[in-house]
């Protein structure tokens, strides 16, 4: 039995020339899954950052016009790149949609007198 972790059920019904080519790229698989999991977990850290400025300055959570943007200008990137477009936009709202759970979580905690930056005398 494969104890290689890429070979999932494969290895029992796939000849070993198959099996090592399907190896291969899963390993690229595994790599670009990797800088997925990297780029988001940056991303939501910037958003982090976002949402406490917008607790902060009593902003609302969400901003239709920035996404109406965004969204636009991804849909034109995912053409260029040969990428759905329609599943860059669900992709995209998916996260925002999360990002705004975020923001509205922090915006109620810094309401009920949560966690608030040092005063300044
Ligand atoms: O840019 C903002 O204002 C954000 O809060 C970030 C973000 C995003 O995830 O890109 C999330 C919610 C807004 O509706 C728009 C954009």
């Given at each position: 039995?494969?104890?290689?972790?890429?070979?999932?059920?494969?290895?029992?019904?796939?000849?070993?020339?198959?099996?090592?080519?399907?190896?291969?790229m899963r390993s690229s698989i595994d790599n670009i899954d990797a800088a997925l999991v990297h780029l988001l977990a940056e991303r939501f850290k910037a958003t982090q950052r976002v949402?406490?400025?917008?607790?902060?300055?009593?902003?609302?959570?969400?901003?239709?016009?920035?996404e109406k943007n965004q969204i636009a200008r991804l849909k034109r990137l995912a053409e260029d790149a040969q990428l759905d477009p329609e599943f860059a936009?669900?992709?995209?709202?998916?996260?925002?949609?999360?990002?705004?759970?975020?923001?509205q979580a922090i915006s109620?905690?810094?309401?009920?007198?949560?966690?608030?930056e040092p005063q300044q005398r």
């Open positions: 039995m494969s104890t290689d972790p890429r070979a999932g059920e494969a290895a029992q019904y796939v000849e070993p020339e198959v099996l090592e080519e399907l190896l291969s949402g406490v400025l917008k607790a902060k300055h009593q902003l609302p959570p969400a901003d239709p016009a920035r936009e669900k992709f995209l709202n998916f996260i925002i949609e999360e990002v705004i759970r975020h923001h109620e905690t810094a309401s009920e007198g949560g966690p608030q």
